[in-house]
């Protein structure tokens, strides 16, 4: 064995007991030659070698680091497993506990582990700001009449756009500019259903679905869903024959909490099965442009043909939440979400539109998202290290292919309710996994963790700080 | 006589057969003398006579104008009858009538008599947009858990801070933000009752009330409504006794389309009903700062005691409709109002909510709406006077007390949505009676004009096209 190998093995054992953990620096070049009395060029072999077997990673400018898979080689997470939940419909009141831990989020100026919201941070709001402030200078522009649904046709360009350069071809004249997101899910399924129906959820699901499902007075049944496929069609099949359901709400892309990405052959089998049964789905496609993968994902709405996916997108995720500019796709429902939205709010506001229109056009927007796309996916891999490495035995946690939010399943023993209010204690918020189910048994012991925010030392200390009251709760 | 007095009365038979119309500028003092061969000393003792005669006025550095009042003086316009509406409950369809006829306004830009919203010509715009820049450039402030519901503190402080000053105190902690009035209305009806509900309402009923109506599957009542006094306390106690009523919409302040300020003694006596039958009301106060007389008016919610009446109120109308901030005051049913708020569209805005808060807190706010004031009491005397003047013999109008909108009566042969089709082709907007009702026919031959537009000769050609054309109709 040459002396650079042993170096290697010497320094790999290090990180293997945890003396160094992933994202580490190690000593520099420099540094180690003079502890460890050898020359320069024995280090940089021994580097190399360990770079080569996957233990270090160089980063340009700044020097040597462990892996961030490091962790995941120690000790593999196991994998969470398709939920099994029980086919009973239920009426849906979870808001109140969702807007409480937001606000926590806020008020203690907490640790945003349980944040929903991506990073401000990763965003363009200098530009946005100062396209705003040109547009506002026009008085024109500070009218109503000229913000009236369905919305500016400069906006409302630009979101074609970006659907047919991502593989869907729509309509122009068939999209609805909405305030966020959550205005589009209320309306396309306001549209579709009344009060008291029956709506089909995956589960765990979003609960910005349960909030739509609640406000209108409905009733919510969930359908069994794998942690990497989605919905389960099969068990989906199984609920319609027993069940009147008026309307399926899925996330197929990047699903909140799970991540997953739904395969284009489940997509497709979806919306096949719920076309012959004439049950109108709403797709919340909000993460769609948050992908890891190398393509833009599909949409249920490619795979249309009766005009029967109301599709719901918005900016808020993907570059500036803090405008409240979302749209809807509604199919064959598109006048009646277009008059709900005329009742509902009146208008979006205009300046907004016009801001987010102007960053599109200048063709800023690709750019900006591949910088959020690898940061987003990086971050993934940091935290997945962290939860693998410092949360106790029996965790469980998502492969996201997408988004910002790692789904977490805790030893059976841990309450997740219990375990939100000891980290709240410390400054740090998670979200409790009964937030995102109407049998909120069934996630008592899940959390979800929202890895949007750059990479500090804070977080690190706040991730290590969960794991340990995890592992007390799990004794 | 004098010289002057024989000047005097020769320029007010002039005026009184029509040559100068009210409004009109007068020739100058220099011109008159050369007209004349008169000294310019007597010119001025002809002028200061015709003024203290009201068929003048001064206006400073303008010169004289024939006075807004001297149309009435030439012939009066009847006044409105009280409206005695049947008082039987039927659902409400009347928004796709109403987007209609608004998107006419921006589609042709065409004359906006029939606009709802005031022209934003007098509003502040280049200061929110400076504010609104500045403020935008803290990235802090581009998130989205900084903006929940119930709303900025800086804001509800400036909005508690308003009604202190003009006579209600309120809780600031009851203040709920919204995304304009329009949704506080919504949230407010929503929060007191359900779909099948029987709502009452002023008959004629401004249609944003119809709408919420109509948002949430409920039915409307039209209760018989006194042009100056306002809802008829006796006819509601009437409907009450044999009708299941869930709540009670109103407008006490500068009823869109009446105008009317509703005495204090009514506005008690209806709380006082509606709280002793524990029937909620909401009232919607978005004129309320637009005021012609000496003093803000009361609210309804000055009289309540028991939390009954949910207030709705705005900017759209004093200060910009464009950033879409509005705010309910929903005494009792305060949570639940806050709740519906967060589900139906998570958060109002950050950037505008801070940038009018920066405007109320500068104290700009009162100057502002002073001059808008001033502004609108001017132009619905101009526009009274245009009507009273240019429109066929048996038309009534509109005494408003405040806001910007005259409702207007013609002969009974008239079908005002043609008359809207034959104005329209001609590039003028008008609002249509049959939009302010459940039985359109009930106001079949009315409709509503906008006096919030600067005094223009465009505005004033168009208003004497829509009086011939109404003549035409007449016949």
Known sequence: ???YEKLADDIETVVRNGVYRPGDRVPS????????????TTVIRAYLLLESRGVLESRPQSGYFVSLRMAQGNRHADELRPSRPIAVST??????????TLRSISADEAVPLGSPYPDPQFFPYEKLNRYASAIGRNKALWGVTNALPPGRPELVRQIARRYLENGTSVDPNEIIVTVGATEAINLCLQAVAKAGDVIAVESPTFYAHLHAIERSGM???????????????DALAKIIKSESIAACMVMPNFQNPLGFQMPDERKRELVELLADAQIPVIENGVYNELYFGDAHPTTLKSYDRGGMVLHCGSFSKSLTAAYRVGWALPGRYRDEVERLKFLNTLTTSLIPQLAIAEFLERDGYEHHLRRLRKSYAQQANLMKAMVTRFFPAGTRI??????????????AK???????????????T?????MFSISPENYKSYIRLNYSSPWSNELEQALITVGKLAAACAR
């Open 398 to 411: 998502s492969s996201p292919a997408g988004g910002y939010v790692l789904w977490v399943e805790l030893p």
């Open 29 to 40: 070049v420099r540094q180690a030659s003079q502890q460890h009395r050898i020359s320069i």
């Open 414 to 428: 841990v309450d997740s309710m219990k375990l939100y209010q000891m980290a709240l204690e410390r400054g740090i």
């Open 1 to 3: 064995m040459t002396l």
């Open 91 to 100: 009426t849906v009141d979870i808001s109140r506990l969702v807007l409480s």
């Open 430 to 434: 998670i979200g409790p996994g009964c």
């Open 219 to 233: 009733r919510a049944i969930e359908v069994a869903t794998h942690p990497e496929y989605g919905m389960e069609i």
